[in-house]
Antibody, heavy 121, light 113 residues
Framework: QVQLQESGPGLVKPSGTLSLTCAVSGGSISSSNWWSWIRQPPGKGLEWIGEIYHSGSTNYNPSLKSRVTISVDKSKNQFSLKLSSVTAADTAVYYC??????????????WGQGTLVTVSS | QSVLTQPPSVSGAPGQRVTISCTGSSSNIGAGYDVHWYQQLPGTAPKLLIYGNSNRPSGVPDRFSGSKSGTSASLAITGLQAEDEADYYCQSYDSSLSGSRYVFGTGTKVTVL
């Protein structure tokens, strides 16, 4: 059973950088899966942020691309998210998730519990 | 930034049947990409409920069913139970070069009366 666990600061100052890590257990990050970050502002819907493959290949949501960096650490079986120049609009619960991708598209079959990040001074 | 449209809310009495629609476009559902559904109980992470338009992961009750036609998809819950009260999201892949690779629905809150 794959498990994902997000960790990182719960409070970030405006204009600062949000940094989160997702630890994967029960499976290898080097498997044939992509790994994603998804966020959900309080009381709102889900927004896909971006994804990474164990090779280091990434894809980002164009709306966030200029501010997002996702990286992978295979030795620690984890991947990370950095979001720069944050504002209050970036306040959200951030989830990491495993993707299952095939020719019909992709889905998210395992999710972390989520971590609330608040942007405030 | 949701690209898939869902009704904000649906409700029904215990035992009734409710349906949730998910409307997309020619770059996602209409392009032939699969639709998946997630259930989000209050205060928890989304959970995969239906995959590949109409398939249930192990452990999901058969009162949940999904379908897809054209640029839309639907989730049906038959024999509604109190524990089904949650938010439901559809999701698909999008081939638009200017948009997000993965898109979610706007979300639907199911209330059991």
């Amino acid at each position: 059973q794959v498990q994902l666990q997000e960790s990182g600061p719960g409070l970030v100052k405006p204009s600062g950088t949000l940094s989160l890590t997702c630890a994967v257990s029960g499976g290898s990050i080097s498997s044939s899966n992509w790994w994603s970050w998804i966020r959900q502002p309080p009381g709102k819907g889900l927004e896909w942020i971006g994804e990474i493959y164990h090779s280091g290949s990434t894809n980002y949501n164009p709306s966030l691309k200029s501010r997002v960096t996702i990286s992978v650490d295979k030795s620690k079986n984890q991947f990370s998210l950095k979001l720069s120049s944050v504002t209050a609009a970036d306040t959200a619960v951030y989830y990491c998730a495993r993707e299952y991708y095939d020719s019909s598209g992709g889905l998210f079959d395992y999710w972390g519990q989520g971590t609330l990040v608040t942007v405030s001074s | 930034q949701s690209v898939l449209t869902q009704p904000p809310s649906v409700s029904g009495a215990p035992g009734q049947r409710v349906t949730i629609s998910c409307t997309g476009s020619s770059s996602n559902i209409g392009a032939g990409y699969d639709v998946h559904w997630y259930q989000q109980l209050p205060g928890t992470a989304p959970k995969l409920l239906i995959y590949g338009n109409s398939n249930r992961p192990s452990g999901v009750p058969d009162r949940f069913s999904g379908s897809k036609s054209g640029t839309s998809a639907s989730l049906a819950i038959t024999g509604l139970q109190a524990e089904d009260e949650a938010d439901y999201y559809c999701q698909s892949y999008d081939s638009s070069l200017s948009g997000s690779r993965y898109v979610f629905g706007t979300g639907t809150k199911v209330t059991v009366l």
